[in-house]
């Protein structure tokens, strides 16, 4: 089993930074992609950004000069700096692992973790 857990959300004030970390731990070979997404209420859960093993990242359009994506790979953990945040912002933030267990090295699946709320307010 795999367990990915979220960490870093909270409240924060309109223009205001955030960090999200995110570790994954348990029956780990490599890990693939690692991935940010988010959902706000109502709404479909999407994407953030997207790191690959290689350091090669992508990001939604939102999230294009005001967010970070970066992984330390030694500690199978995902970050996410969020700067200028807005409103909009406001959602509960996802970590996704595409990661290939010990037990069958050549396929990876995917991982969720249970999410962390960001609310962005003043």
């Known amino acids: 089993q795999v367990q990915l857990v979220e960490s870093g959300g909270g409240l924060v004030q309109p223009g205001g930074s955030l960090r999200l970390s995110c570790a994954a731990s348990?029956?780990?070979?490599?890990?693939?992609?690692m991935s940010w997404y988010r959902q706000g209420q109502g709404n479909q859960r999407d994407l953030v950004a997207v790191?690959?093993?290689?350091?090669?990242?992508t990001y939604g359009e939102f999230a294009k000069g005001r967010f970070t994506i970066s992984r330390d790979s030694a500690k199978n953990t995902v970050y996410l700096q969020m700067n200028s945040l807005k409103p909009d912002d406001t959602a509960v933030y996802y970590c996704?692992?595409?990661?290939?267990?010990?037990?069958?090295?050549?396929?990876?699946?995917?991982?969720w973790g249970g999410g962390t709320q960001v609310t962005v307010s003043s």
């Open positions: 790191i690959s093993s290689s350091g090669t990242t």
């Open positions: 996704n692992a595409d990661v290939a267990p010990v037990t069958d090295r050549w396929r990876t699946r995917p991982y």
């Open positions: 348990g029956d780990i070979f490599r890990i693939q992609n």
